[in-house]
Protein backbone atom coordinates (compact mmCIF):
# COMPACT_ATOMS: atom_id res chain seq x y z
CA UNK A 1 0.00 0.00 0.00
CA UNK A 2 3.08 2.06 0.66
CA UNK A 3 3.27 1.97 -3.07
CA UNK A 4 0.36 2.73 -3.78
CA UNK A 5 0.15 5.98 -1.86
CA UNK A 6 3.88 7.37 -3.31
CA UNK A 7 2.55 6.76 -6.92
CA UNK A 8 -0.49 8.56 -6.22
CA UNK A 9 1.51 11.60 -4.96
CA UNK A 10 3.60 11.43 -7.84
CA UNK A 11 0.34 11.69 -9.93
CA UNK A 12 -1.48 13.98 -8.49
CA UNK A 13 1.48 15.94 -8.59
CA UNK A 14 0.66 16.43 -12.53
CA UNK A 15 -2.98 17.07 -11.61
CA UNK A 16 -2.04 20.29 -9.32
CA UNK A 17 1.12 21.19 -11.66
CA UNK A 18 -1.99 21.73 -14.27
CA UNK A 19 -4.18 23.00 -12.70
CA UNK A 20 -2.12 26.39 -12.10
CA UNK A 21 -2.99 27.31 -14.95
CA UNK A 22 -6.22 25.53 -16.32
CA UNK A 23 -8.26 26.77 -13.32
CA UNK A 24 -10.94 25.55 -12.16
CA UNK A 25 -11.42 22.23 -14.74
CA UNK A 26 -9.93 19.52 -12.26
CA UNK A 27 -12.07 16.41 -13.55
CA UNK A 28 -10.67 17.39 -17.34
CA UNK A 29 -7.25 17.66 -15.97
CA UNK A 30 -7.46 14.09 -13.96
CA UNK A 31 -8.67 12.68 -17.04
CA UNK A 32 -6.34 13.30 -19.27
CA UNK A 33 -3.58 12.35 -16.65
CA UNK A 34 -5.62 8.91 -16.28
CA UNK A 35 -4.91 8.72 -20.05
CA UNK A 36 -0.95 9.33 -19.46
CA UNK A 37 -1.31 6.78 -17.02
CA UNK A 38 -2.74 4.02 -19.13
CA UNK A 39 -0.12 4.56 -22.27
CA UNK A 40 -2.59 5.78 -23.75
CA UNK A 41 -3.41 8.81 -26.36
CA UNK A 42 -5.63 11.64 -25.51
CA UNK A 43 -8.47 13.41 -27.51
CA UNK A 44 -9.69 16.97 -26.25
CA UNK A 45 -12.74 18.28 -28.05
CA UNK A 46 -14.18 21.71 -27.72
CA UNK A 47 -14.91 25.57 -28.78
CA UNK A 48 -11.98 27.41 -29.96
CA UNK A 49 -10.65 29.32 -26.88
CA UNK A 50 -11.55 27.28 -23.47
CA UNK A 51 -7.81 25.93 -23.04
CA UNK A 52 -7.46 22.68 -25.00
CA UNK A 53 -3.86 23.59 -26.45
CA UNK A 54 -2.69 25.33 -22.73
CA UNK A 55 -4.04 21.45 -21.39
CA UNK A 56 -1.64 20.08 -24.03
CA UNK A 57 1.03 22.09 -23.06
CA UNK A 58 0.73 22.36 -19.30
CA UNK A 59 0.76 18.46 -19.13
CA UNK A 60 3.93 18.58 -21.36
CA UNK A 61 5.91 20.99 -19.34
CA UNK A 62 5.18 18.78 -16.01
CA UNK A 63 6.86 15.58 -17.78
CA UNK A 64 10.91 15.90 -18.56
CA UNK A 65 10.08 14.67 -21.90
CA UNK A 66 10.40 15.58 -25.64
CA UNK A 67 7.63 17.34 -27.05
CA UNK A 68 6.64 18.38 -30.50
CA UNK A 69 3.82 20.65 -31.38
CA UNK A 70 2.10 20.09 -34.89
CA UNK A 71 -0.35 22.37 -36.35
CA UNK A 72 -2.80 21.04 -38.59
CA UNK A 73 -4.38 22.55 -42.15
CA UNK A 74 -5.96 21.45 -44.77
CA UNK A 75 -2.38 21.62 -47.24
CA UNK A 76 -0.57 19.24 -45.09
CA UNK A 77 1.27 16.40 -46.46
CA UNK A 78 1.46 13.09 -44.76
CA UNK A 79 5.49 13.93 -44.77
CA UNK A 80 5.10 17.08 -42.86
CA UNK A 81 4.38 14.51 -40.06
CA UNK A 82 6.64 11.54 -40.36
CA UNK A 83 9.62 12.98 -42.18
CA UNK A 84 11.34 11.86 -45.42
CA UNK A 85 13.75 10.53 -47.19
CA UNK A 86 16.78 12.60 -48.73
CA UNK A 87 19.66 11.44 -50.70
CA UNK A 88 22.43 12.86 -49.29
CA UNK A 89 25.05 13.66 -52.22
CA UNK A 90 28.14 13.72 -50.25
CA UNK A 91 27.93 10.31 -48.62
CA UNK A 92 26.10 8.53 -51.72
CA UNK A 93 23.02 7.26 -49.30
CA UNK A 94 19.45 7.76 -48.49
CA UNK A 95 19.11 9.56 -45.11
CA UNK A 96 16.10 9.82 -42.93
CA UNK A 97 15.19 13.04 -41.47
CA UNK A 98 11.89 12.67 -38.85
CA UNK A 99 9.06 15.03 -38.53
CA UNK A 100 7.75 16.31 -35.80
CA UNK A 101 5.86 13.16 -34.62
CA UNK A 102 9.16 11.55 -33.21
CA UNK A 103 8.78 13.19 -29.98
CA UNK A 104 7.72 11.60 -26.50
CA UNK A 105 4.92 13.71 -26.12
CA UNK A 106 3.51 15.70 -29.59
CA UNK A 107 0.48 18.04 -29.81
CA UNK A 108 -1.23 17.53 -32.44
CA UNK A 109 -3.34 20.86 -32.62
CA UNK A 110 -6.88 20.93 -34.52
CA UNK A 111 -5.94 17.64 -35.99
CA UNK A 112 -9.45 17.73 -37.98
CA UNK A 113 -8.35 20.68 -39.98
CA UNK A 114 -6.55 18.24 -41.86
CA UNK A 115 -7.36 15.95 -44.82
CA UNK A 116 -8.01 12.42 -43.58
CA UNK A 117 -4.74 11.28 -45.65
CA UNK A 118 -3.00 13.21 -43.34
CA UNK A 119 -5.12 12.25 -40.12
CA UNK A 120 -4.59 8.61 -41.18
CA UNK A 121 -0.49 8.90 -41.20
CA UNK A 122 -0.85 9.20 -37.68
CA UNK A 123 -2.51 5.38 -37.22
CA UNK A 124 0.82 3.33 -37.37
CA UNK A 125 2.90 5.54 -34.86
CA UNK A 126 -0.71 5.73 -32.74
CA UNK A 127 -0.96 2.10 -32.40
CA UNK A 128 2.16 0.47 -33.12
CA UNK A 129 4.40 2.97 -32.08
CA UNK A 130 6.37 3.09 -35.14
CA UNK A 131 6.22 4.52 -38.78
CA UNK A 132 7.18 3.16 -42.14
CA UNK A 133 8.85 5.71 -44.55
CA UNK A 134 9.74 4.63 -47.65
CA UNK A 135 9.47 0.85 -46.52
CA UNK A 136 11.88 1.22 -43.78
CA UNK A 137 10.46 1.34 -40.64
CA UNK A 138 11.56 3.54 -37.42
CA UNK A 139 10.35 3.19 -34.11
CA UNK A 140 8.91 5.53 -31.76
CA UNK A 141 10.75 6.89 -28.60
CA UNK A 142 9.23 5.77 -25.02
CA UNK A 143 7.14 7.01 -23.45
CA UNK A 144 4.86 8.26 -26.54
CA UNK A 145 1.75 10.17 -26.84
CA UNK A 146 -0.39 12.40 -28.85
CA UNK A 147 -2.81 14.93 -27.17
CA UNK A 148 -4.71 15.87 -29.85
CA UNK A 149 -7.12 18.95 -29.69
CA UNK A 150 -10.27 19.37 -32.38
CA UNK A 151 -13.06 21.59 -32.73
CA UNK A 152 -16.76 20.46 -32.94
CA UNK A 153 -17.56 18.98 -35.67
CA UNK A 154 -19.91 21.13 -37.17
CA UNK A 155 -17.13 24.23 -37.40
CA UNK A 156 -16.55 25.80 -40.45
CA UNK A 157 -13.13 23.99 -42.12
CA UNK A 158 -13.21 20.81 -40.26
CA UNK A 159 -13.18 17.21 -41.65
CA UNK A 160 -14.14 14.52 -39.43
CA UNK A 161 -11.77 12.25 -37.95
CA UNK A 162 -12.51 8.15 -39.50
CA UNK A 163 -13.93 5.71 -37.11
CA UNK A 164 -10.38 3.60 -37.09
CA UNK A 165 -8.78 6.78 -35.78
CA UNK A 166 -10.87 7.77 -33.22
CA UNK A 167 -10.75 4.09 -31.74
CA UNK A 168 -7.28 5.00 -31.12
CA UNK A 169 -8.00 7.46 -28.57
CA UNK A 170 -7.93 5.82 -25.58
CA UNK A 171 -10.03 8.70 -23.97
CA UNK A 172 -11.99 11.84 -25.21
CA UNK A 173 -12.90 14.74 -23.45
CA UNK A 174 -14.08 18.03 -22.57
CA UNK A 175 -13.59 20.93 -20.77
CA UNK A 176 -16.00 23.89 -20.88
CA UNK A 177 -16.53 27.42 -20.56
CA UNK A 178 -15.43 28.28 -17.07
CA UNK A 179 -17.54 29.72 -14.21
CA UNK A 180 -17.43 33.43 -14.02
CA UNK A 181 -15.56 33.58 -10.76
CA UNK A 182 -12.74 31.04 -12.44
CA UNK A 183 -12.54 33.29 -15.65
CA UNK A 184 -11.89 36.79 -13.46
CA UNK A 185 -8.96 34.36 -11.85
CA UNK A 186 -7.78 34.17 -15.73
CA UNK A 187 -7.48 37.12 -16.25
CA UNK A 188 -5.87 38.04 -13.47
CA UNK A 189 -3.03 34.91 -13.81
CA UNK A 190 -2.66 36.10 -17.05
CA UNK A 191 -1.97 40.02 -16.73
CA UNK A 192 1.67 40.02 -17.02
CA UNK A 193 2.57 36.67 -18.50
CA UNK A 194 1.10 33.61 -19.11
CA UNK A 195 1.48 30.46 -16.31
CA UNK A 196 2.16 27.97 -18.63
CA UNK A 197 5.38 29.78 -18.60
CA UNK A 198 6.45 29.70 -14.88
CA UNK A 199 5.25 25.69 -14.29
CA UNK A 200 8.32 23.19 -14.26
CA UNK A 201 8.45 19.74 -14.97
CA UNK A 202 6.94 17.76 -11.84
CA UNK A 203 7.89 14.10 -13.07
CA UNK A 204 10.58 12.57 -15.37
CA UNK A 205 9.97 10.18 -17.67
CA UNK A 206 11.77 7.18 -15.76
CA UNK A 207 9.09 7.99 -13.39
CA UNK A 208 6.16 8.53 -15.52
CA UNK A 209 7.26 4.90 -16.99
CA UNK A 210 7.24 3.79 -13.37
CA UNK A 211 3.83 4.62 -12.72
CA UNK A 212 2.63 3.06 -15.74
CA UNK A 213 3.76 -0.13 -14.59
CA UNK A 214 2.08 0.38 -11.44
CA UNK A 215 -1.35 0.87 -12.87
CA UNK A 216 -0.78 -2.34 -14.65
CA UNK A 217 -0.67 -4.18 -10.86
CA UNK A 218 -4.02 -2.55 -10.03
CA UNK A 219 -6.06 -5.34 -9.04
CA UNK A 220 -9.55 -5.77 -10.60
CA UNK A 221 -11.84 -8.13 -9.15
CA UNK A 222 -13.53 -11.10 -11.83
CA UNK A 223 -17.29 -9.14 -11.40
CA UNK A 224 -16.10 -6.00 -12.45
CA UNK A 225 -14.48 -7.73 -15.34
CA UNK A 226 -17.90 -8.97 -16.15
CA UNK A 227 -19.15 -5.50 -15.69
CA UNK A 228 -16.92 -3.96 -17.74
CA UNK A 229 -17.45 -6.55 -20.89
CA UNK A 230 -21.60 -6.38 -20.09
CA UNK A 231 -21.57 -2.54 -21.10
CA UNK A 232 -19.26 -2.89 -23.80
CA UNK A 233 -21.70 -5.41 -25.72
CA UNK A 234 -24.64 -3.60 -24.13
CA UNK A 235 -23.25 -1.10 -27.18
CA UNK A 236 -23.10 -3.83 -29.81
CA UNK A 237 -26.56 -4.75 -28.86
CA UNK A 238 -28.46 -1.50 -29.17
CA UNK A 239 -31.37 -0.15 -31.56
CA UNK A 240 -29.85 3.53 -31.52
CA UNK A 241 -26.38 2.37 -32.40
CA UNK A 242 -25.36 1.60 -35.60
CA UNK A 243 -21.93 -0.11 -34.93
CA UNK A 244 -20.99 -0.83 -31.40
CA UNK A 245 -17.39 -0.80 -29.70
CA UNK A 246 -14.94 -2.96 -30.53
CA UNK A 247 -12.75 -5.62 -27.51
CA UNK A 248 -10.30 -2.19 -27.73
CA UNK A 249 -13.04 -0.58 -26.15
CA UNK A 250 -12.67 -3.25 -23.23
CA UNK A 251 -9.10 -3.01 -22.64
CA UNK A 252 -9.49 0.92 -22.80
CA UNK A 253 -12.06 0.84 -20.04
CA UNK A 254 -10.22 -1.73 -17.98
CA UNK A 255 -6.62 -0.17 -18.36
CA UNK A 256 -8.30 3.82 -17.47
CA UNK A 257 -9.87 2.35 -14.56
CA UNK A 258 -7.37 0.78 -12.98
CA UNK A 259 -5.25 3.94 -13.71
CA UNK A 260 -8.06 6.45 -11.55
CA UNK A 261 -7.84 3.83 -9.24
CA UNK A 262 -4.62 4.56 -8.57
CA UNK A 263 -4.68 8.25 -8.71
CA UNK A 264 -7.61 8.15 -6.33
CA UNK A 265 -5.19 6.41 -4.03
CA UNK A 266 -6.52 2.91 -4.25
CA UNK A 267 -5.15 -0.36 -5.27
CA UNK A 268 -7.80 -1.89 -6.82
CA UNK A 269 -10.78 -1.22 -9.06
CA UNK A 270 -14.81 -0.10 -8.47
CA UNK A 271 -17.26 -0.24 -10.07
CA UNK A 272 -18.06 3.36 -9.62
CA UNK A 273 -14.34 3.95 -11.50
CA UNK A 274 -16.01 2.34 -14.62
CA UNK A 275 -18.75 4.59 -14.72
CA UNK A 276 -17.03 7.51 -14.13
CA UNK A 277 -15.01 6.37 -17.76
CA UNK A 278 -17.27 4.83 -19.52
CA UNK A 279 -18.41 7.90 -21.32
CA UNK A 280 -15.41 9.32 -21.97
CA UNK A 281 -13.93 5.97 -22.65
CA UNK A 282 -16.50 4.73 -25.25
CA UNK A 283 -18.42 7.66 -26.38
CA UNK A 284 -16.53 8.71 -29.03
CA UNK A 285 -16.50 5.16 -30.45
CA UNK A 286 -19.94 4.02 -31.19
CA UNK A 287 -21.66 5.06 -34.72
CA UNK A 288 -25.31 6.20 -33.39
CA UNK A 289 -28.09 5.35 -36.30
CA UNK A 290 -28.84 9.21 -36.37
CA UNK A 291 -26.99 11.40 -39.14
CA UNK A 292 -27.55 14.49 -37.82
CA UNK A 293 -25.00 16.79 -35.71
CA UNK A 294 -25.77 15.51 -32.47
CA UNK A 295 -22.86 12.33 -32.87
CA UNK A 296 -21.32 13.15 -30.19
CA UNK A 297 -23.84 14.10 -27.86
CA UNK A 298 -25.81 11.35 -28.75
CA UNK A 299 -23.34 8.76 -28.31
CA UNK A 300 -22.82 10.18 -24.42
CA UNK A 301 -26.48 10.46 -23.92
CA UNK A 302 -27.05 6.83 -25.15
CA UNK A 303 -23.61 5.36 -22.81
CA UNK A 304 -25.16 7.04 -19.95
CA UNK A 305 -28.46 5.25 -20.77
CA UNK A 306 -26.83 1.81 -21.14
CA UNK A 307 -25.37 2.51 -17.63
CA UNK A 308 -28.77 2.56 -16.05
CA UNK A 309 -29.62 -0.53 -17.83
CA UNK A 310 -26.64 -3.09 -16.84
CA UNK A 311 -26.74 -4.23 -13.61
CA UNK A 312 -23.81 -2.98 -11.33
CA UNK A 313 -22.09 -6.14 -9.69
CA UNK A 314 -23.64 -7.03 -6.44
CA UNK A 315 -27.10 -4.77 -7.40
CA UNK A 316 -30.23 -5.80 -9.17
CA UNK A 317 -30.93 -4.27 -13.03
CA UNK A 318 -33.89 -1.84 -13.36
Same mark, same amino acid.
Given at each position: ????????AKAKSIVDNVEQVIIGKREP?????????????????????????????????????????????????????????????? $????? +???????????? !? =? *? /? @???????????????????????????????????????????????????? $????? +???????????? !? =? *? /? @????????????????????TAEMETLQETVKQIYVDELV????????????????? +?????????????????????????????????????????????????????????????????????????????
Amino acid at each position: MTDIVAAQAKAKSIVDNVEQVIIGKREPIELAVVALLSRGHLLIEDAPGVGKTMLARSLAKSLDCTFKRIQFTPDMLPSDITGVSFYNQK $TGDFE +FRSGPIMAQLVL !A =D *E /I @NRATPKVQSALLECMEEGQITVDGVTHRMPSPFHVLATQNPIEYEGTFPLPE $TQLDR +FILRINIGYPAV !A =D *E /I @NIMDRQQLRHPVEKINPVLTTAEMETLQETVKQIYVDELVKEYIARLVAATRDNTLI +FLGASPRGSLALYRTSQARALLLGRDYVLPDDVKALAAPVLAHRLIPRATDTTHDRSGRDIVRQILELVPVPGTVGR
